[in-house]
């Protein structure tokens, strides 16, 4: 992680003599194979939509000649989906396009209903207004795709033909053209001089179709998007119902939340007090005729105080930790990893604080990772790293544990999940079977003043 | 003895004053945030200060970092820090010159006057007064080199932490100085840490292992 600077030296020692500029020839070359990868690629895209064209042609003659072919709808939907699925993955791939699929989510599960389950799914699938762009785009990409993906291959197959007709006039190989004569694109070849003019050109040609390929596959990554990325409603929706369930959520989350407390409060400080107005009544009563028994349930009341101080400690602790407040999130998790009882490295690039919900939720996500760590991984160092780039918030939690967690099973993992997707936050896992365990949570957040960590001003 | 007091919530302030003025210390000043914290700290350069933690205007740790910088520019200007939570990492900002004269207890503290008033006086004469709650957590962090030591040693290490004297300790526990000292050489020998005879340096030395 630290060799950044090392590397750089260890560079500049070999000098600029260890360093050569490239040549002409190898750029070339390497431009060149660039090309034929590229080109390679769009002959790969194009083979399927030969059979999607036929597929599609066949299936609207038999739909026009009888109808009773129409209920084969599904089917085709379903295979189209898969072949636009691919193009959208190698899309991204190849051409550097992002796609992101724009169908309904699959049902929750449960909310399906009992009987009638096959026609339900079909009636979801055909009432998809991506479902009928997919079609739309297999009428058409045959075409236009067929075009863009196939176009460097076919430039360059020119070319290799105008490259070997010299061998014709120099009785290398059979006559090609009866009569001696024929065009070359825009040459007419009529003797050894125009077949070596039409070589020249075919070479041209080849150049063309190595150079453009690159362009052409990427202009067909964004064919492939004007039809198969979810449009903008598809998109808002998709919003609606992610925002809609976060809320759901968070809002859970705070009734449950306020539940714990109010029943914290009831069973612990609340009781106590109440314990000591009566113990109070009695030492009252008891002061005159027996002082040391007053004496004693004073005692025991200031104890009692301590205890209910203690409780109303911990649960401000748990509602708004006090280190979080003064110093914000950087101090906060090395407090939090202080108290915990792992071997613990913390390391924080945070420019300044940032907003409020956002700090609380990322500071009880760590401190439940970190508990997970402690509970179930058997570690013994755990490294916390946070830092702020390009407006997100990004920490990662590794531990040397034995690895395995999997947020299925419930270690936790989905709660901290859920919490952080009502900020947009995601988290990846990363935990093979004997370790390490290491946990990547992000969260994009404005900073809400620049005043800087004091951490290294105090220590 | 001089105190500077620097405390927001008049109630406690003034409980503070009463008791304190009680048992013949003098109040230099008595201020209610940071920025008058840090003048009078300067200013009257006290026997002992007692400060509140979160103070205005920031309502933040502003008392913890006045007391921090003022101990910048007077090293071992003796500060008692109370608060209504310990966190184990102000604990280590102030211990982290490695001078001593610093306390830090739980505000609950003050409410046992003896107690409070001995760990005052531990540090206005350049002893430490952690509280135990640091202490039970510094200790459990060391869980696995603390595993040599007996359970006795393991009760002298943390009457020593929190800053007590050997006579102190020994009054605690029902037994004698002797005794005492040689628990404190055998949990030495154990940690391997240089043996000294004076108790603050002493106390410094464990607490500086136990921050590790």
Redesign the interface.
């Known amino acids: 992680m630290t060799t950044g600077p090392t590397s750089r030296a260890a560079m500049s020692g070999t000098g600029p003599a260890g360093y050569r500029e490239p040549t002409v020839w190898r750029r070339t070359a390497t431009a060149a194979l660039r090309g034929l990868v590229a080109l390679l690629r769009g002959m790969a895209l194009f083979s399927p939509k030969v059979v999607l064209a036929f597929v599609m042609l066949a299936s609207i003659s038999l739909v026009m000649t009888a109808g009773f072919w129409i209920l084969l709808v599904p089917v085709l939907a379903a295979a189209v989906r898969g072949l636009a699925n691919l193009n959208r993955r190698l899309a991204r791939s190849w051409s550097g396009v992002d796609i992101p699929e724009p169908y309904l989510p699959p049902p929750a599960p449960g909310t399906r209903p009992a009987t009638g389950w096959r026609r339900w799914r079909l009636m979801r699938a055909l009432t998809d207004p991506a479902t009928w762009r997919d079609m739309l785009w297999a009428l058409v990409d045959p075409v236009v795709g067929g075009v863009l993906a196939l176009a460097p291959a076919a430039t360059v197959m020119l070319g290799l033909y105008g490259t070997h007709l010299p061998l014709h006039w120099l009785g290398l190989a059979g006559f090609h053209h009866s009569d001696g004569t024929g065009w070359y694109t825009f040459v007419p070849v009529t003797g050894a001089a125009t077949a070596w003019l039409a070589a020249v050109l075919g070479v041209g040609y080849i150049a063309l179709g190595l150079a453009m390929a690159p362009r052409m596959l990427r202009l067909h990554g964004r064919w492939t998007r004007v039809l198969l990325a979810p449009t903008a409603n598809a998109t808002l929706a998709l919003r609606v119902r992610q925002l809609a369930e976060s809320r759901s959520d968070a809002v859970d989350t705070q009734a449950a939340e306020l539940r714990r407390i109010e029943r914290d409060l009831h069973d612990g400080a609340q009781a106590r007090l109440v314990a000591m107005g009566m113990n109070l009544g009695a030492a009252e009563r008891l002061v005159e005729e027996n002082p040391a028994a007053a004496k004693a349930l004073l005692a025991e009341m200031?104890e009692a105080?301590?205890k209910a101080?203690n409780e109303l400690?911990d649960l401000?602790?748990g509602i708004h930790p006090?280190?979080l407040?003064?110093?914000g999130l950087g101090?906060a998790v090395?407090?939090l990893a202080?108290?915990c009882?792992l071997q613990e490295e913390v390391t924080a690039d945070l420019p300044g604080r940032l907003a409020l919900p956002v700090e609380s939720a990322a500071y009880f996500a760590v401190s439940e990772v970190l508990a997970n760590a402690v509970k179930h991984a058997d570690a013994l160092r755990v490294w916390i790293d946070l830092r702020y780039e390009g407006g997100r918030l990004r920490m990662s939690v590794t531990d040397d544990g034995h690895g395995g967690a999997d947020p299925a099973r419930g270690t936790g993992l989905r709660g901290v999940e859920r919490r952080l997707a009502t900020f947009d936050g995601v988290l990846a896992l990363n935990s093979p079977p004997g370790g390490p365990t290491m946990v990547m949570m992000e969260l994009p957040c404005a900073l809400s003043s620049p005043r800087t960590s004091?951490y290294s001003e105090?220590? | 003895m001089r105190v500077v007091l620097a405390e927001d919530l008049f109630l406690l302030r003034d409980g503070l004053i009463r008791l304190l003025e009680a048992y013949g210390f003098e109040i230099v000043a008595a201020v209610d945030n940071a920025p008058e914290l840090l003048r009078a700290l300067l200013g009257e350069r006290p026997d002992v200060a007692v400060v509140d933690v979160r103070l205005p205007p920031s309502f933040t740790d502003e008392g913890l970092r006045a007391a921090l910088r003022a101990r910048q520019q007077v090293p071992g200007l003796p500060v008692l820090v109370l608060s209504q939570y310990v966190e184990q990492l102000y604990a280590r900002e102030l211990l982290a010159d490695g001078i001593g004269g610093v306390g830090y207890l739980l505000k609950d503290r003050v409410f046992n006057a003896d107690q409070f008033l001995d760990a005052l006086r531990r540090v206005a004469t350049g002893g430490t007064a952690m509280d135990p709650e640091v202490i039970a957590k510094l200790l459990a962090r060391n869980a696995t080199p603390l595993a040599r030591l007996t359970g006795r040693e393991r009760e002298v290490l943390e009457l020593m932490a929190e800053g007590r004297s050997n006579t102190a300790i020994a009054q605690r526990l029902h037994v004698s100085d002797g005794a005492v000292a040689k628990h404190t050489t055998s949990i030495f020998a154990k940690l391997d840490l240089p043996p000294s005879d004076d108790d603050n340096r002493r106390v410094l030395a464990v607490l500086a292992y136990l921050n590790g």
């Open positions: 200031r105080s301590a101080l400690r401000v602790r006090p280190v407040a003064d110093r101090d090395r407090a202080l108290d009882p004091s105090t220590a």
